[in-house]
């Protein structure tokens, strides 16, 4: 080889690598930025539902949390996703000590949520994060909202916990409360205890009434005989369950609610044994497991006779908080697509001003910020109601199952879209499209699938309840005071809300409709949500604040309670050019939003 080529080839070797220099192409996503600084919408909710103590104190947390999830809690996500629990059956001498062993990113993802925000005491305790008083609902779901932005799985065990510890509130047993209650609720990282609830059998998913869970009685304690089939937080402290009674009636009415240990109170293992980790589509940093029962002691927590009913109620809870995982998870969705967007260029222009592309993106942004603000107005009726407010109540009962079934509906197609906004590397496992893919299924299956909570919408919340009615109210209240609001919009806004409700009456006035209950629950879900962001962008803007909400509200009517040809040109021009605007980051003014209503 002559010197020449040698020379030649060693300058080739030192040079940058044909297409190396294309990376700064590849469009970035939203690790390492603040989640709620970045979050525009949701910081201008927080005045309509948070006190202004509430704001003052709570502020410097919620941006905490926001570099936290952006930043640390996304890094440990990725790696916990990555490296599972793993169930050790046995010890070294073949003794059942059945452990799950967590890798240090979840441990940490822990400390983050038991730890450094108290997130599962300050619902229960005064005293969590600084503030004097229990934290409200608004607030304690607000931190959850930006928490799930990073890490789904997680979760799970915080939601089961802090809900589990409603049941030795409402039951008034002493015993029973400083056992559990109080390591529950602990304000001390290392003093804390962890719960969960499980329900499923092998034959016993959402007809909870087939389960053959066996309790006998044992002196002041039960013992506990047969088998759960999908126990998820499987090594929690603390499980609530449902059990027969031995000798029991058939059905849910003879289900009685048990607390049973892990550990019992001389420190040895409780008689259950954690035979197999469930390989999971996704929430793969949580381990769930199949149980085994051999005699485990358990607690009778209230009327072995109305066991359905007390878990019923932390269901209801568990429904609320994942409609609000489904909205942080969904806002980190549109987040990634608008960054990917707006970076990536096609034809000399960043994609995000190309017409098929913008319509895309409101496939993604309308139903986020519906789930927003539903969360926020479930949230808000929860507060009402923990204050002895029936209407409140009354509210909460129809929002929190509406919210479960829509979110958890939305994020599916939401996820996917936000991944096909990144285009291929979306469906690469190093970034985060492919995980929230991935996790957004369980939302449609975890307390309820769609059909499950439609049912408990129509025949029962509105059949049974006649809940609509507070949530009647509520709204045409909120619309009332959104003097700012465009006449025309505001009664096309009620008009299509008593044309949801009384579609809903006559759905569930009559067994044979059941076929009717999803599209029925879907037309209230769609209509509460167009009304209030409307409310809320009128409200908004009249301040001198961002009225983007109005213009959202109307796409939402437009989009998801108008049945449009799909074989013709409707020429909404509404549309594109309301695109135009909200796709951009600067607030849109209420004159804005006020003159391209009215064309």
């Known amino acids: 080889?002559?010197?020449?080529?040698?020379?030649?080839?060693?300058?080739?070797?030192?040079?940058?690598?044909?297409?190396?220099?294309?990376?700064?192409?590849?469009?970035?996503?939203?690790?390492?930025?603040?989640?709620?600084?970045?979050?525009?919408?949701?910081?201008?909710?927080?005045?309509?539902?948070?006190?202004?103590?509430?704001?003052?104190?709570?502020?410097?947390?919620?941006?905490?949390?926001?570099?936290?999830?952006g930043g640390r809690l996304n890094d440990l996500a990725m790696v916990a996703d990555k490296n599972g629990p793993v169930l050790h059956p046995r010890d070294r001498f073949g003794r059942d000590a059945d452990w799950i062993e967590y890798h240090p990113a979840y441990r940490e993802?822990?400390?983050?949520?038991?730890?450094?925000?108290?997130?599962?005491?300050?619902?229960?305790?005064?005293?969590?994060?600084?503030?004097?008083?229990?934290?409200?609902?608004?607030?304690?779901?607000?931190?959850?909202?930006?928490?799930?932005?990073?890490?789904?799985?997680?979760?799970?065990?915080?939601?089961?916990?802090?809900?589990s510890a409603y049941h030795f509130e409402w039951n008034d047993d002493p015993k029973l409360k400083e056992m559990f209650w109080e390591g529950l609720t602990s304000l001390d990282f290392e003093k804390r205890l962890t719960g969960t609830q499980f329900m499923t059998e092998k034959a016993a998913g959402s007809d909870v009434g087939e389960a053959t869970l066996t309790a006998v009685p044992d002196?002041?304690?039960?013992?506990?005989y047969g088998e759960k089939w999908f126990c998820s937080h499987a090594d929690a402290d603390v499980a609530l369950l449902l059990a027969r009674p031995e000798g029991g009636a058939?059905?849910?009415?003879?289900?009685?609610?048990?607390?049973?240990?892990?550990?019992?109170?001389?420190?040895?293992r409780n008689s259950?044994?954690?035979?197999?980790?469930?390989?999971?589509?996704?929430?793969?940093?949580?381990?769930?497991?199949?149980?085994?029962?051999?005699?485990?002691?358990?607690?009778?927590?209230?009327d072995v006779q109305n066991g359905i009913k007390q878990m019923l109620n932390q269901v209801n809870l568990s429904r609320l908080s994942h409609?609000?995982?489904?909205?942080?998870?969904?806002r980190r969705c549109l987040n990634e697509a608008l960054v990917a967007a707006r970076f990536r260029r096609q034809f000399g222009e960043?994609?995000?001003?190309?017409?098929?592309?913008?319509?895309?993106?409101?496939?993604?942004?309308?139903?986020?910020e519906q789930a927003l603000t539903a969360f926020f107005y479930a949230a808000s009726a929860m507060r009402r109601a923990n204050n002895g407010e029936e209407a409140g109540a009354k509210a909460l009962r129809i929002a929190t199952p509406l919210l479960k079934m829509m979110a958890c509906r939305d994020n599916v197609p939401v996820a996917t879209a936000s991944m096909e906004t990144r285009g291929g590397l979306g469906y690469i496992e190093e970034w985060v499209n492919a995980r929230l893919i991935r996790d957004a299924q369980i939302g449609l299956l975890w307390e309820g699938t769609t059909n499950i909570n439609a049912l408990d919408v129509i025949s029962r919340a509105v059949g049974k309840e006649h809940a609509e009615e507070a949530l009647r109210e509520d709204i045409a209240q909120w619309l009332d005071a959104a003097k700012e609001c465009p006449g025309q919009l505001k009664g096309r806004l009620l008009q299509t809300l008593d044309r949801a409700i009384e579609f809903a009456r006559i759905v569930a006035g009559d067994p044979r409709n059941e076929q009717y209950c999803r599209q029925a629950a879907t037309g209230l879900y769609n209509a509460q949500t167009s009304a209030l962001m409307a409310a809320e962008g009128a409200v908004l803007g009249a301040s001198g604040g961002d009225a983007r909400r109005l213009l959202i509200a109307r796409l939402a009517l437009d989009r998801r309670l108008n049945m449009a040809d799909p074989l013709s040109l409707n020429g909404n021009s509404f549309e594109a050019d309301a695109s135009i605007l909200l796709l951009e980051d600067a607030p849109i003014s209420l004159e804005s939003a006020q003159a391209l209503l009215a064309r």
């Open 250 to 268: 058939s059905g849910t009415r003879g289900l009685g609610l048990f607390a049973m240990p892990r550990r019992l109170e001389d420190g040895s």
């Open 109 to 163: 993802m822990e400390k983050i949520c038991w730890g450094d925000f108290q997130m599962a005491a300050m619902g229960h305790r005064p005293g969590a994060l600084g503030w004097p008083e229990v934290t409200s609902p608004p607030v304690k779901y607000a931190f959850q909202y930006m928490f799930s932005q990073s890490e789904f799985g997680l979760l799970c065990p915080l939601s089961v916990s802090e809900t």
């Open 272 to 302: 259950y044994r954690i035979v197999r980790l469930k390989d999971k589509l996704g929430t793969k940093s949580m381990a769930s497991g199949e149980i085994i029962f051999d005699g485990a002691l358990a607690y009778a927590v209230g």
């Open 1 to 69: 080889m002559s010197a020449t080529s040698v020379s030649n080839g060693s300058r080739y070797r030192s040079a940058i690598r044909p297409g190396q220099e294309d990376s700064d192409r590849i469009p970035p996503d939203c690790a390492g930025l603040n989640f709620f600084d970045i979050d525009h919408q949701f910081q201008s909710l927080l005045p309509l539902y948070l006190t202004q103590a509430e704001l003052d104190h709570f502020g410097p947390h919620f941006e905490r949390m926001g570099e936290v999830a």
């Open 350 to 368: 960043p994609v995000v001003r190309k017409p098929l592309m913008r319509s895309q993106l409101l496939d993604i942004l309308i139903p986020t």
């Open 323 to 330: 409609g609000v995982r489904a909205a942080g998870m969904m």
């Open 219 to 224: 002196g002041d304690c039960w013992r506990l």
